[in-house]
């Protein structure tokens, strides 16, 4: 099993920045994977950012260039560095870990960006 918890959240104007971290423990050396999402209000889950074990990134074209997942393996914590935030990345964030058989969700952080 492993548990996944958000923090970082918070309210911001556009053009601020914010970090969130994504604190994993239990048996993290099954993931090969974590991912931040995000759901807007009254939208479905979509995925923002994903970083694999061996390093390598990826992320939504709406994001590009303005966000930055990175994992520190020694605190067992990933982070999303979120910087020229929008009203539109308002949203609740989740983390997500997999591994080869499950997926494991955090509790969700909540991320305002006003105009």
């Known amino acids: 099993q492993v548990q996944l918890v958000e923090s970082g959240g918070g309210l911001v104007q556009a053009g601020g920045s914010l970090r969130l971290s994504c604190a994993a423990s239990g048996s993290t050396s099954s993931i090969n994977g974590y991912h931040w999402y995000r759901q807007p209000p009254g939208k479905q889950r979509e995925l923002v950012a994903s970083v694999y074990r061996g390093g390598t990134t990826t992320y939504a074209d709406s994001v590009k260039g303005r966000f930055t997942i990175s994992r520190d393996t020694a605190k067992n914590t990933v982070y999303l560095q979120m910087n020229s935030l929008k009203p539109e990345d308002t949203a609740v964030y989740f983390c997500?870990?997999?591994?080869?058989?499950?997926?494991?969700w955090g509790q969700g952080t909540q991320v305002t960006v006003s105009s």
């Open positions: 997500k870990g997999t591994d080869l058989n499950r997926a494991y």
